[in-house]
């Protein structure tokens, strides 16, 4: 009897270390996202892990609030955010509108874990229908400044 408790004890063991090691597996360790100094000296967010705010230190447009992250730590991880969005003629409109952020090419800036490249698409106005994707400020790398 005591051999059965004991093989019973063993199989859960391993049981619940494979499934630990099954949802943790292709996730990379915490990265970050690009680098503190993409964005320095006036930005926020870059060079942290799930970010609820990115700020390119520039005009309000270089700004999004309230992320909230999916599949972090996998090789591509969504966010939707609120960013301030430009009128047609001027000026931004009263509310800022819903973004959607992709974090991709898991690398590293320096030592570093890091999604190195971001991508967003954001509406005309909002509460209208994303657009295209296009790389955040232009930027081909998140490891350094874009300009």
């Known amino acids: 009897m005591r051999q059965i408790r004991i093989l019973s004890s063993l199989v859960l063991v391993a049981y619940t270390l494979g499934a630990t090691l099954a949802t943790t597996a292709g996730a990379a360790a915490n990265p970050v996202i690009g680098a503190k100094a993409f964005a320095a000296p006036y930005g926020k967010g870059f060079g942290t892990a799930e970010p609820s705010e990115i700020f390119n ?61 971001l991508e967003v698409r954001v509406p005309k106005h909002p509460g209208g229908k994303p657009g295209k994707w296009f790389s955040w400020a232009g930027a081909k790398t998140l490891c350094k400044p874009p300009y």
Do not use: M
């Open 57 to 117: 230190g520039g005009d309000p447009s270089g700004s999004v609030t309230h992320i909230k992250w999916s599949g972090w730590g996998n090789p591509t991880a969504i966010g939707y955010g609120l960013n301030p969005i430009f009128k047609p003629h001027g000026g931004y409109y009263s509310k800022p509108a819903q973004i959607e952020l992709r974090a991709t090419n898991l690398g590293k800036c320096g030592n570093q874990a890091a999604y190195t490249r």
